[in-house]
């Protein structure tokens, strides 16, 4: 058994866009996350289409053997988008103009209506729905009210714990706890945001937790060691 591995390639794009030139493609890195051993790719149309545009969704989303995760806020735009284009996933982020990455889960009491909206369409094209949310109990519980098939707990908290070699056990225990009472719902748990190596090592213990989705350090770690051997060893420590 093996935790299935989410390659986020956002940052590809955000390499290209720094020249405005095409290189490097999004989807041909896509491609290559997959043949060495990656389970699904992840893309983030942000409104401002900072990084990942239309294009690359069109494009990578065009290849039906790439398993593609679309990362998407609740608007009616993005809605729209993912039932043209259907992405075998969507996981449903909060989205700040001005925030350099997703800061936090979703606020799921705030947006219950618009998120109740978006995930019976996408459930109605039969895309895997994901929550976003920050490790809570609460969260968990009106995420399977909202009948979405899986929440994805944000360990960007636990990451900075870790990378900053500080005491972590609180937020694992908080973690772990969360994913048991999520699969005991009959959700799917995925875990994602700030984790290199060692936290991937750390999260990997927990059982309950079926996919991370990685993605600033990988592509980082990619630079220096290559795609190919950094997946792998992502693939490594992911196995059970
Ligand atoms: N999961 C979600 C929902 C995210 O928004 C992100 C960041 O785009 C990630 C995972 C990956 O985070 P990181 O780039 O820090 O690995």
Same mark, same amino acid.
């Given at each position: 058994?093996?935790?299935?591995?989410?390659?986020?390639?956002?940052?590809?794009?955000?390499?290209?866009?720094?020249?405005?030139?095409?290189?490097?493609?999004?989807?041909?890195?896509?491609?290559?996350?997959?043949?060495?051993?990656?389970?699904?790719?992840?893309?983030?149309?942000?409104?401002?289409?900072?990084?990942?545009?239309?294009?690359?969704?069109?494009?990578?989303?065009?290849?039906?053997?790439?398993?593609?995760?679309?990362?998407?806020?609740?608007?009616?735009? %993005?809605?729209?988008?993912?039932?043209?284009?259907?992405?075998?996933?969507?996981?449903?982020?909060?989205?700040?103009?001005?925030?350099?990455?997703?800061?936090?889960?979703?606020?799921?009491?705030?947006?219950?209506?618009?998120?109740?909206?978006?995930?019976?369409?996408?459930?109605?094209?039969?895309?895997?729905?994901?929550?976003?949310?920050?490790?809570?109990?609460?969260?968990?519980?009106?995420?399977?009210?909202?009948?979405?098939?899986?929440?994805?707990?944000?360990?960007?908290?636990?990451?900075?714990?870790?990378?900053?070699?500080?005491?972590?056990?609180?937020?694992?225990?908080?973690?772990?706890?969360?994913?048991?009472?999520?699969?005991?719902?009959?959700?799917?748990?995925?875990?994602?945001?700030? %984790?290199?190596?060692?936290?991937?090592?750390?999260?990997?213990?927990?059982?309950?937790?079926?996919?991370?989705?990685?993605?600033?350090?990988?592509?980082?770690?990619?630079?220096?060691?290559?795609?190919?051997?950094?997946?792998?060893?992502?693939?490594?420590?992911?196995?059970?």
């Amino acid at each position: 058994m093996s935790i299935r591995l989410g390659v986020n390639i956002d940052h590809v794009a955000t390499i290209r866009n720094a020249r405005g030139e095409k290189h490097p493609e999004p989807l041909i890195i896509a491609k290559k996350a997959i043949k060495y051993g990656a389970d699904s790719i992840t893309i983030h149309l942000r409104e401002d289409r900072r990084h990942i545009n239309d294009n690359d969704l069109k494009l990578i989303s065009s290849v039906k053997s790439i398993p593609l995760n679309l990362e998407m806020a609740t608007t009616s735009e %993005m809605l729209k988008i993912a039932i043209k284009f259907k992405p075998k996933f969507v996981c449903i982020v909060p989205e700040k103009r001005n925030e350099i990455t997703t800061e936090g889960g979703l606020n799921l009491k705030k947006n219950l209506t618009k998120l109740k909206k978006t995930i019976k369409a996408l459930n109605q094209n039969n895309i895997r729905t994901s929550l976003f949310i920050n490790p809570s109990k609460k969260d968990i519980q009106i995420s399977n009210l909202l009948k979405a098939r899986c929440v994805e707990l944000h360990t960007g908290n636990i990451s900075n714990q870790i990378k900053k070699s500080k005491k972590y056990l609180n937020d694992f225990k908080k973690i772990k706890n969360c994913a048991i009472y999520a699969k005991s719902l009959g959700l799917e748990v995925h875990a994602g945001h700030g %984790m290199d190596y060692k936290t991937a090592k750390i999260l990997s213990k927990i059982d309950e937790i079926e996919e991370f989705n990685i993605g600033h350090f990988l592509i980082g770690e990619s630079i220096a060691s290559g795609l190919k051997k950094t997946i792998s060893k992502f693939k490594k420590i992911l196995k059970k």
